[in-house]
Nanobody
């Protein structure tokens, strides 16, 4: 079992930046694939970014590519999401997730472990 706890959410003006962190406990995630998803009110949870266990291979949703960066620190058992040039459309609850599949899933069903989420609100 692994427990994931997100932090770093908040309220920011459009054009601003936030850095989300996800701390894992209970099991090392150093060999896992990690992902970030988000869920806006009335919408389905969507893939934002994913990373392989080394952090070398990363995937991004088209809507965030070039603005968001996923990174991980396996020694600290953490994964982060740096979000720059935030837009009101980025407002959502952000979740980190972990999987031990041999690839980086881009759908919700691909991940077995989830955090509780952290709210990000971008004002215009």
């Amino acid at each position: 079992q692994v427990q994931l706890v997100e932090s770093g959410g908040g309220v920011v003006q459009a054009g601003g930046a936030l850095r989300l962190s996800c701390a894992a406990s209970g099991r090392t995630v150093s060999r896992s694939r990690m992902g970030w998803f988000r869920e806006a009110p009335g919408k389905e949870r969507e893939f934002v970014a994913g990373s392989n266990w080394t952090g070398v291979t990363t995937y991004y949703a088209d809507s965030v590519r070039g603005r968001f960066t996923i990174s991980r620190d396996n020694a600290q058992n953490t994964v982060s999401l740096q979000m720059n040039s935030l837009e009101p459309e980025d407002t959502a609850v952000y979740y980190c997730a972990a999987t031990w599949k041999s690839y980086i899933p881009t759908t919700r069903i691909g991940y077995a472990y989830w955090g509780q989420g952290t709210q990000v609100t971008v004002s215009s």
